[in-house]
């Protein structure tokens, strides 16, 4: 049963899992896990779509967005890594509230914890993932990083297709561990049923 939470619920929540989720980022870059293709994993996309399992689309954003603001002032990856980390992340909660909102399910988070539907929502999300993380790869990130005009970007990564396997190289286990994490905790281990509020 959907409880609605108060201000100060509200406001703990999304304290603790801001909090966690920074740990995570801050632990993640001491101590990296690594792909054999030299991705780094993390877990505080994480963090932000079990906001959303738990709490709804407000809290997920709330989350992120401190989470965001911790790594622009303290990481060293910066406004970069920060924007990029929001940008690709985001489409991992917004999906499936998307899919809620158009589906008018009144099962509310639960209806996430359906294999189906939860596979329908992780493979969307990564798609979307993958088209944002290519444009803005394309359009901004890259050409800062390398130091070259957005238009000398495909040449310098020969072409479209290397460039859409390099940013999937970097998303789509990503995305998969962000979906596929949250949905054990929250359903799984049932932390949404002593947790969750929608």
Not at 6 to 20: G, H, N, P
Not at 130 to 158: F, S
Not at 163 to 172: P, T, W
């Amino acid at each position: 049963m959907s409880r609605k939470p108060s201000k100060s619920y509200f406001i703990v929540s999304t304290a603790v899992l801001s909090a966690l989720a920074i740990i995570f980022d801050v632990t993640s870059d001491a101590f990296p896990l690594r792909t054999p293709w030299g991705m780094k994993i993390d877990f505080v996309g994480a963090l932000w779509v079990l906001a959303f399992f738990l709490y709804g689309l407000t809290e997920a954003l709330s989350v992120s967005i401190i989470t965001a603001l911790f790594i622009t002032a303290f990481m060293p990856t910066g406004f970069i890594g920060a924007t990029m980390k929001f940008i690709a992340t985001i489409p991992m909660f917004l999906v499936p509230a998307l899919m809620s909102h158009i589906s008018r399910s009144k099962a509310g988070a639960k209806m996430f914890n359906r294999v189906p539907v939860i596979t329908v929502a992780c493979i969307s999300s990564t798609l979307v993932r993958l088209l944002a993380a290519t444009i803005v790869n394309l359009y901004w990130a890259i050409p800062i990083y390398l130091g070259i005009p957005q238009e000398e970007v495909l040449n310098a990564l020969g072409g479209l297709i290397p460039l859409i396997a390099f940013v999937a190289g970097m998303n789509v286990l990503q995305g998969v561990i962000d979906i596929f994490v949250s949905w054990l905790l929250a359903f799984k281990f049932k932390i949404s049923e002593y947790f969750g509020t929608w």
